[in-house]
């Protein structure tokens, strides 16, 4: 809460005018437990939960401002959160939760007679508690249904930032609010979103600093900042809520695929090497898409910098294939036989081989449909395929 001018001259001045009644006079009868409202809501205060929350020092008229003695009014004014937490209030009314619920403050921070501090672990918005408070409403089926949103908190629960905190316990592992924020949550097609996709690098980079360094260092980084709205991001990659480990074999296979959502022609003529055959037969240990262009600082070619840079092509390769040299990395991982262009000899190397391929098997074809012909006349007119009795 910020303490401006104006909210010490309430609690000096107004709160006084309004406080002829103690909060002990008040829990005289809101401290009953299972007392209603005329609705049926109910209207019951937990007296030491009150007493020892943030709000615990305060008077009841503090926040219930309307009421200036009794027997109040039967229904109240809503309580304007926003006198006391102005910064605050102002982000959530800017955000997107400002437009799917009314209650927003209540819905984050739960009961608010019994709101204490946010390292609290009995708090709804401490660190471990915050994915369930948030799955509260995205984990609800029918909140899903009435925004469009896919199921997030599953996704999350199962990520290495979701067993990271909830498992392990720690408190550093990215939750909904390191990567959303906390009150100004913005969709993230809003520019000032932090989910925004130009926006995802610094967002992640705040943990991941290192990845951050050597994404913009790459040519994706590079495209991104020259202002190519469809230059790769974190999420391309990683995805948003489903991160997994990318140690783990399942992220490994699937990673040249990753890229090839991209990257199409080089990764259809990447299917057609050992590396990819083998790959598709489970074997972890072959290369995929980063082990020749590496993971975040990815450069083009021409880059002298670059992994596969023609003078570093030796080291690169030589990384798995010991014995590597000049002649051994003139091997093409991306040759196309249909580019005649670019590759003359291996386009009509390509062409022999179909057509002999094709011939050599129209011919054996033609044989063995010509042979059963022959076996069904001989049948007929001498009983077997020899002609015998």
């Known amino acids: 809460m910020r303490w401006t001018p104006a909210t010490l001259l309430f609690f000096a001045f107004a709160v006084p005018s309004v406080c002829a009644q103690r909060n002990s ?9 299972g007392l209603t409202d005329t609705a049926g809501h109910s ?20 926040c219930h401002t309307d009421i200036k003695g009794y027997p109040h009014p039967t229904r109240v004014a809503t309580v304007n959160c926003s006198v006391c937490h102005s910064d605050e209030a102002k982000d959530v009314s800017a955000s997107i939760h400002a437009q799917a619920a009314a209650n927003v403050c209540t819905a984050c921070h739960g009961d608010p007679h019994a709101i204490v501090p946010v390292k609290d672990p009995q708090s709804p918005v401490y660190a471990l508690n915050i994915p369930r408070t948030c799955g509260s409403c995205h984990a609800n089926p029918q909140m899903a249904r009435k925004f469009g949103l896919p199921n997030v908190y599953s996704m999350y629960m199962d990520s290495i930032h979701g067993l990271a905190l909830t498992k392990d316990g720690l408190l ?3 939750s909904c609010t390191s990567c959303h924020g906390t009150h100004r949550i913005l969709s993230h097609t ?3 979103s932090r989910t925004y996709r130009a926006n995802i690098p610094d967002t992640c980079g705040t943990c991941h600093a290192g990845p951050k360094a050597s994404y913009f260092a790459g040519i994706h980084g590079q ?7 469809d230059a790769p991001v974190c999420s391309n990659c ?15 296979e699937q990673t040249s695929s990753t890229c090839g959502s991209c990257h199409k022609q080089n990764y259809a003529t990447y299917l057609d090497t050992f590396h990819a055959q083998i790959s598709a037969l489970s074997y972890v240990e072959t290369a995929h898409c980063w082990n020749c262009h590496r993971h975040h600082d990815i450069l083009l070619a021409s880059d002298p910098h670059s992994s ?3 003078a570093n092509l030796i080291a690169t390769c030589g990384q798995c294939h010991q014995g590597a040299n000049a002649s051994f990395v003139t091997f093409h991982p991306h040759a196309d036989p249909m580019d005649a262009q670019s590759f003359p000899a291996l386009h009509f190397a390509a062409i022999f081989m179909n057509l002999l391929l094709l011939g050599v098997f129209g011919f054996f074809g033609l044989h063995t449909i010509l042979w059963f012909i022959r076996s069904a006349f001989d049948r007929r007119e001498g009983g077997g395929p020899s002609g015998g009795a």
């Open 308 to 310: 596969v840079a023609p």
């Open 25 to 33: 006079d008040c829990l005289v009868c809101h401290g009953q437990q």
């Open 238 to 252: 990683h995805t948003a809520h489903q991160i997994a480990r990318v140690e783990t074999a399942s992220w490994q």
């Open 172 to 174: 550093v592992a990215a």
């Open 43 to 62: 209207v019951s205060i937990d007296a030491q939960r009150q007493k020892t929350s943030v709000h615990g020092s305060l008077p009841c008229t503090g």
């Open 223 to 229: 495209l991104l900042k020259a202002g190519d709205t």
């Open 190 to 192: 809003n520019a000032d």
